[in-house]
């Protein structure tokens, strides 16, 4: 057996591999504090690549279901106001029928209920010209319109016989609102929402593809970490150890 005291092998060993123990050990921390097992490229190049392709698919989904869901507000809205317009129609109905009531009626209520259904009428038409959201008329027939519904002309409650009239008038109406507001229900329900959920579901997926490949498994980094400090501790034990070594040889020569 030979002792060297100018060229310590022993300590130049232990020393890398304190080193090697170290930069494992800040790379386990690394991860557990971020959460990602790769933090750049040369954690993991070829995972890397794959993570931000899914993560810029991932952004372009969320963004297609956000317009989707804007989209279905949009339809929502149509559908609260036609039901809003066939509360109108109801009301309307209910005094045309009123109206009709020949025989029982005095003038001034006849009157009352012109008047009234003059302001229903106007109300209903007002509604249709003027309903919109985000900038676009939805119930006029426009060019961004989700239906094109009528407007209630020639709505007359002065006599019985019109008033009878008006609610063949108003029934016709009842039914144009029926008629867009399933068409309205129809589309929101099996086009937009069902595709919206293609696209959660796409999106969920992709999601739990890019957390496997990219996100750190926090447990097994636990057991890095107490494996890395374990090995720096013993390599700083062996290195002053080492030194200890050196000096009872020099001790040797007093």
Do not use: C, W
Not at 26 to 53: H, Q, W, Y
Not at 196 to 216: M, P, V, W
Not at 236 to 246: E, F, G, V
Request: glycine share 6%; charged share 25%.
């Amino acid at each position: 057996m030979s002792i060297h005291i100018n060229r310590d092998q022993l300590g130049a060993n232990v020393s890398r591999g304190i080193n090697k123990s170290y930069r494992s050990l800040m790379k386990t921390m690394e991860k557990l504090s971020s959460g990602l097992r790769i933090n750049r490229a040369s954690d993991d190049p070829a995972g890397l690549v794959i993570s931000e392709n899914l993560r810029s698919r991932i952004a372009s989904l969320n963004q297609e279901i956000e317009n989707t869901s804007l989209a279905i507000r949009k339809y929502e809205t149509a559908d609260a106001t036609i039901s809003e317009l066939r509360s109108n129609l109801t009301e309307l109905r209910s005094q045309a029928l009123g109206a009709s009531n020949e025989g029982f009626n005095f003038e001034s209520v006849q009157q009352a209920y012109q008047a009234s259904a003059q302001n229903s009428a106007a109300n209903y038409n007002n509604v249709i010209e003027t309903a919109s959201f985000n900038g676009g008329n939805l119930l006029n027939g426009g060019e961004r319109s989700l239906a094109s519904l009528s407007k209630l002309e020639g709505i007359d409650l002065s006599t019985p016989e019109k008033a009878q009239e008006a609610i063949s008038k108003i029934d016709e109406a009842m039914a144009e609102l029926d008629a867009a507001q399933t068409e309205i229900g129809a589309t929101q329900k099996n086009e937009l929402e069902a595709r919206r959920s293609t696209l959660e579901i796409t999106a969920e997926n992709l999601t739990a593809s890019e957390s496997q490949i990219r996100d750190a498994d926090i447990l097994q980094e636990v057991a890095n970490l107490t494996r890395d400090e374990i090995n720096l501790k013993a390599g700083i034990a062996l290195l002053a150890h080492s030194n200890l070594t050196q000096k009872s040889v020099l001790g040797l020569f007093e």
